[in-house]
Nanobody
Framework: QVQLVQSGGGLVQAGDSLRLSCTSS????????VGWFRQGPGPEREFVAA????????DYADSVKDRFTISRNDAASTVYLQMNNLKPEDTAVYYC????????????????????WGQGTQVTVSS
C-alpha cells in the first residue's frame, strides 16, 4: 500500500524559514501531481501550493506567493515545501496530498482533486 510520510515543521519565529518534506512509497512518483494544504483554527483545509508531474508547472495561493517554493526530487520520491519569511498567520497543520487519478500534466488546487493525504505536520510561527 502506498504511503505518504511527512517531515519537517516545528516552532519558529516570524521571519524564519522551514522546509517540509513529503515522501511517497509510490514507484511511479514522477507521474503524480502533488499538493500542499494547511488547516488553521478554522474548519477549512486551504490550498497552499501544487506541482505537476514532470515539474512542468507550479501554483501557489496568493497568501504564500513569493515566500513559499514547492519542488520535487522524483529520484527520492519526495516533494518539498520551502517556507521563507514565515508569518504568524502561517501557523497551521500542513498536509501533502497526491493524485493517483488520471492527470493532464497540470496542477490541482482543490482538496477533492487528491486521493491520498500525508499525516500532517504542525507549523507554529510566533510573533
Amino acid at each position: 500500500q502506498v504511503q505518504l510520510v511527512q517531515s519537517g515543521g516545528g516552532l519558529v519565529q516570524a521571519g524564519d524559514s522551514l522546509r517540509l518534506s513529503c515522501t511517497s512509497s509510490e514507484r511511479a512518483f514522477e507521474t503524480i501531481p502533488v499538493g500542499w494544504f494547511r488547516q488553521g483554527p478554522g474548519p477549512e483545509r486551504e490550498f497552499v501550493a501544487a506541482i505537476s508531474r514532470d515539474v512542468l508547472y507550479t501554483d501557489y495561493a496568493d497568501s504564500v506567493k513569493d515566500r513559499f517554493t514547492i519542488s520535487r526530487n522524483d529520484a527520492a520520491s519526495t516533494v518539498y515545501l520551502q517556507m521563507n519569511n514565515l508569518k504568524p498567520e502561517d501557523t497551521a497543520v500542513y498536509y501533502c496530498a497526491v493524485r493517483f487519478r488520471v492527470n493532464y500534466g497540470r496542477t490541482y488546487s482543490r482538496k477533492e482533486d487528491y486521493d491520498m493525504w500525508g499525516q500532517g505536520t504542525q507549523v507554529t510561527v510566533s510573533s
